[in-house]
């Protein structure tokens, strides 16, 4: 399906780590600008990998993959840290530096990307953590803050460029349900707020339901099994999707059935 003025391009896309042994083989796929995307799909099937090719970390093996017209696979030198300034980026890790601070870790990209005095970095890195709810810990060490805290640490740091298009690689594994659903506001305030684009790598389905505007769903290897609206995504009768939604395990028939059915099945 072909998006308006899409954010992000993924053309043909084939790419892995090993010779011979592709993770994600041809994917075609094109996220919209100014709205939430959400990838999802079982574990392994390559969400991470494709970000890593999107941002330019894993090179294509055959087709290509662009960023606001950027293929950052092939920029070098000033051109690619000027593309990579409109990316936010927030791992699947939250990855922190524990040895330096709150404040510090946030004002790294700035310090990488801008020639800002001291005072200004530090009057930005508290407006964004502010936004994130976490004023007070400019000067904790992420080792002192809660998972949830570490979380919205690193977001901050991934909007203090005011990037263009957030990636989010599961935002919010690993934290209890209210503290992802504030995460989630987080996300869809920003959105609101700087008319940002945003691709959420995801599993958490009350987290679809609240963010997602649209749902991109990859299968084993890497290949696309849906793209499209979340309400489209509800509707889609292909089997994968089906259960996905229903939280269960499709059949080999094709028909999707409920997880407990599946279980008693096999005793
Ligand atoms: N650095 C790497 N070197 C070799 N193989 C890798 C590497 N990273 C990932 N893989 C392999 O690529 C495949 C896809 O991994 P990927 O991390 O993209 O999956 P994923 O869909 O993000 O899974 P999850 O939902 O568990 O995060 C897996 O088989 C994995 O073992
Ligand atoms: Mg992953």
Known sequence: MSKEDPIIRVENLTVGYTPGNPIITDLSVEFSRGKISTIVGTSGCGKSTLLKSIIGLLRPWEGRTSVAGNDLN??????LTLALSRIGLLFQQGAMLNSITVAQNVAMPLREHTKLPQSVIREIVRLKLDLVGLGHAIDMLPSELSGGMRKRAALARAMVLDPE???CDEPSAGLDPQTAASLDE????LKA??????????HELPSIDM???DV?????G?????????RQAKQCQVPEVVAFFARSVPSQSGRSKPLL??????E
Do not use: H, P
């Open 222 to 230: 890497g290949q696309l099994l849906f793209d499209g609206s979340l």
């Open 74 to 79: 092939y920029l070098e030198g000033n051109e």
């Open 211 to 213: 963010i997602a505007d």
């Open 216 to 220: 991109v769903m990859l299968g084993r």
């Open 165 to 167: 298009v957030l990636l």
């Open 186 to 189: 987080l996300i869809l305030n």
């Open 261 to 266: 059915s599946y279980l008693e099945e096999r």
């Open 193 to 202: 707020t700087f008319d940002m684009s945003v691709v959420v790598v995801t």
